[in-house]
């Protein structure tokens, strides 16, 4: 009996040890897995939803550490943010990039409203190896100076070495 377990135990160990890694490209690949609208205790939406990005990446260098603050992901630079998000308005013919502003009183003039953002590093060490999952984002999605827009939201992901993904798009998003 003793015999039969050693050799149950080494049959599934060179199974479990004979898996092939995934192998993804080292360039990061997202889809658009969904939006979750988020409603208040009166069921009325909050304008708060979660967006769904499913990934890929085939040497796990996705996501930013706090430190991260240098070039080139200083706030100045071109790659602060690693999850860019564009805001698409129906002009009544097409989906169109357009920028949101919202009014700020301090400054008594209008400021630009960016979705993106930065999302932390997926693996704690340097490690390089191919990883895939899933990022829930949750933002506040309104447009306050224009509640009635028909629009949806086009997203990409940039990793440590600066590859950027695929764009996806969400559904048309009307409030």
Not at 19 to 45: N, R, V
Not at 75 to 89: A, E, F, G, R, S
Not at 102 to 131: C, G, H, M, V
């Amino acid at each position: 009996m003793k015999k039969i377990l050693i050799l149950l135990f080494a049959v599934l160990f060179a199974l479990a040890t004979c898996q092939k890694k995934p192998e993804y490209p080292i360039e990061p690949k997202i889809t658009y897995e969904g939006l979750a609208y988020l409603m208040d205790a009166d069921s009325t939406l909050t304008g708060e939803v979660i967006l769904n990005i499913g990934y890929t990446d085939g040497n796990g260098d996705l996501g930013l550490d706090d430190a991260d603050t240098l070039y080139p992901f200083g706030p100045n630079d071109p790659h602060y943010y690693n999850l860019l998000i564009d805001y698409l308005k129906w002009d009544g013919a097409q989906f169109v990039e357009t920028p949101l502003l919202s009014w700020n009183q301090q400054t008594q003039s209008y400021d630009t409203i960016s979705f993106n953002a930065r999302f932390k590093r997926l693996l704690f060490n340097d490690e390089e190896k191919p990883i895939s999952g899933n990022i829930d984002y949750k933002m506040m999605l309104f447009n306050p100076l224009s509640p009635t827009d028909i629009f949806k939201l086009r997203i990409r992901i940039i990793d440590r070495a600066l590859n950027e993904s695929n764009s996806i798009e969400t559904e048309v998003i009307q409030f």
